[in-house]
């Protein structure tokens, strides 16, 4: 049954699907969803009555070709205006998110830092893709000694679905920092939350949709089991999954996924460590930080987090005082429901969450003493700690760092395990014994110590945090994925690899290496290749970019460079290196054989030879990329530069746009002696 109405949150009303572009209400009773903070019944849920081919169908048919039609720049515009949209409205997120347990600073991390990930995509694809639908992957490779055969990598948007599937402790930034890159890369989402929060992600996307700013079809979303989704999935779909380690075994094994080998991501629980550097004792400041980072990590968002530290390691001699310290700073945590200030940790997702974590402590009590917390009882602040599921940080003690349950047990609350360990090789023995790990981090103030730990742990980590005074200030924190850094880590961690800017881009993407002609490469690609047809005419510096074609060029030259141009550029610069100055010594210099003009003078004797003086669209240069000198230029060589439209980037929302010229400096052999990128801003149109 498809519905355009949007209900209110009632006391028992069913969550909502959004597909095949309307409101579907499932057609049974659905499975109740409690407040975490009261244990009232909420909403429902069900995905009975989709039918899940049809959606990914409706995705694949008028999402993606909606999605592909604009550039990286339009996408990258629709995300920026979507994440001010849901600035604008997060107060209603808010309302529910406190519903999940979660404290205002806790919703924070999630709802501003979801938005925050949208905010930080729109920038990335704006400075860093192209304004264009394909992504050129490298430099073109030479295939051929004539020049006429060349290879280039580029990236097109997979022509299906992007099903992501995610886990209950993150329900606004969990969605959205699997969706920002699938909508810059072309590619529309399918949402799936995970049932216990489902009620926030169901609003998020009621405000997704209401923003008006996406092109239907671009986002779908399914509240409830995913059914038989999974068994519709192909070749061209992906599916991106974030929850335990054994979903994420069960489903990159389905069959379906198997057989299509569609891209699968996931992103699963992790072990990770934090590691107290020897230097780090009582009275420095990476004690008090490490101190610190540990009792926040295991009580913001009640301890659900992928990224919470789980395995505390300390110098054996360190252990006790770090112990007291780190009690002494949790038994000011005060646990209640998040709408009153005072209260520091909420409660956990659900009274089911509860006793997982309860049955996981029980495993780790085996290896370890509770030093803090009772894991049955809690004082709680304006709530009944019985009805809502309300749980003590728990801090562990386990005194052999060899025994198996804390390198294997996640316990997914406000729980964590301090570990001892006697030396450098043995901590990092211990770290990779979580066997891959989101983020790991080392306290310390030694580099030394900070160099051996990260290159001996890097292999089984996504992310390493190396805290000390020196960047404590602006630190985000050992638990906050950073939609610039990579979020994920091999192993049990899922092997996946989220955000880290424009590579979760790519993922979206087919990389196809593409050979052929530089003529037709440059077709191909927008984007002109040495070797292919150049035009000159009119000044290209006269043509705005509504006139400008790839390809434009002028070549300018010869001038020659003379002994007094090099000796006058010394004097006037102040570069008054050997090569350019002392004769005798720069004819024991083993290049050179003799003085050699500057660089630099070569590359301001080239600007001078195209430059086109008078005011016109050309508005700046405002830098060169990939420079290099590739042959000496002395005195009487002959200097001539072929200045080449390369790629042309028109701003979104200026007047004005981004053009790269090839350079190519050569000498009177029709030698290369510099070659680089001129990056200049050019005016849309001409003023006349
Ligand atoms: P989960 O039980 O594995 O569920 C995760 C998601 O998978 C939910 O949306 C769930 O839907 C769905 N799901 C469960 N069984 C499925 C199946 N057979 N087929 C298709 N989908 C299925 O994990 P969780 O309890 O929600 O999340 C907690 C775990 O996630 C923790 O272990 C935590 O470490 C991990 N986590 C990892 C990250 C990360 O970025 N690496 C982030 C957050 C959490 P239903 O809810 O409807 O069952």
Redesign the pocket.
Known sequence: MVTQATPTMSSTRLLRSYVNGGWHTATDEGVPLRDAVTGEVIARVSSTGIDMGAALEYGRRVGGPALRELTFHQRAALLKALASYLREHRDELYALSARTGATRSDSLVDVDGGIGVLFSYASKGKRELPNDTVYLDGPVEPLGKGGTFVGRHICTPLRGVAVQ??????PVW?PLEKFAPAFLAGVPSLI?????T?YLTEKLVELMLDSGLLPEGTLQLVC???GDL?DHVTDQDLVS????????Q??RAHPTIVRNAVRFNA????LNCSILGPDATPGTAEFDLYVKQLVTEMTVKAGQ???AIRRAFVPAELLDEVQQAVCERLSRISVGDPANPEVRMGALASLE?REEVRRSLKALSDAGRIVFGDPDHVEVADADAERGAFLSPVLLRADDPQRAEPHEV?A?GPVSTLLPYTSVEQVVDLAARGRGS?VGSVVTGDAEFARTVVLGVAPWHGRMLVLDADDAKESTGHGS?LPMLV??GPGR??GGE?MGGIRGVLHHMQRTAVQGSPKVLTAVGNAWVPGAPRSEGVHPFRKSLAELRIGDSVVAGPRTVTDEDIAHFAEFTGDTFYAHTDRAAAEANPLFGGIVAHGYLVVSFAAGLFVSPEPGPVLANYGLENLRFLTPVKPGDELTVTLTCKQITPRENADYGEVRWDADVTNAAGESVAKYDVLTLVAKENER
């Open positions: 599937i995610n886990a209950f402790n993150f969990g799936k939350p995970a049932s216990q489902a409830g089991s995913v999974l999954f974030t929850g335990s380690a054994a979903t994420a069960r489903l992103e699963a629980d992790s987090k992928c990224t969450q996640e997914f989101l994925p979020h994920g961690a899922g989220e």
